[in-house]
């Protein structure tokens, strides 16, 4: 999970054109701490990845959801069901002849449409 955060994280500060000193500034973290958050060295505690988020005008519920839906798409690969806070698992038995997905993830874009309302 923390290279599924840290390459989300790498990903929109470079999307946004930013250093890691420019981020890591921003957060009022260091810049080697915000490299190894990045490369998945260092699990970032909630507020560190609060802060992180508000320096790249992230909502951390959104790099959230972003990393579960990444961590659903490995699991399938895998062959899991996944179990985490927000999924459930698939039915054991399939319907005749249908495929079943591996997991149901919950409904984020409802969740998402309700916190900006």
Request: charged fraction near 20%; charge should be positive.
């Amino acid at each position: 999970m923390r290279d599924l955060i840290g390459a989300s994280l790498r990903r929109r500060r470079q999307a946004q054109g930013r250093t890691l000193r420019e981020v890591a500034q921003a957060a009022g973290v260091s810049l080697t701490y915000l490299s190894e958050v990045e490369r998945g060295l260092k699990e970032a505690s909630s507020e560190v990845l609060e802060a992180i988020c508000a320096a790249l005008g992230v909502v951390l519920s959104d790099l959230l959801f972003e990393v579960a839906e990444a961590l659903v798409r490995l699991e399938v690969q895998a062959g899991a069901h996944t179990t985490a806070v927000g999924f459930l698992p698939a039915p054991a038995a399939p319907a005749a002849g249908r495929a079943q997905p591996m997991a149901r993830v919950l409904d984020f874009q409802a969740f998402a449409s309700r916190r900006s309302a």
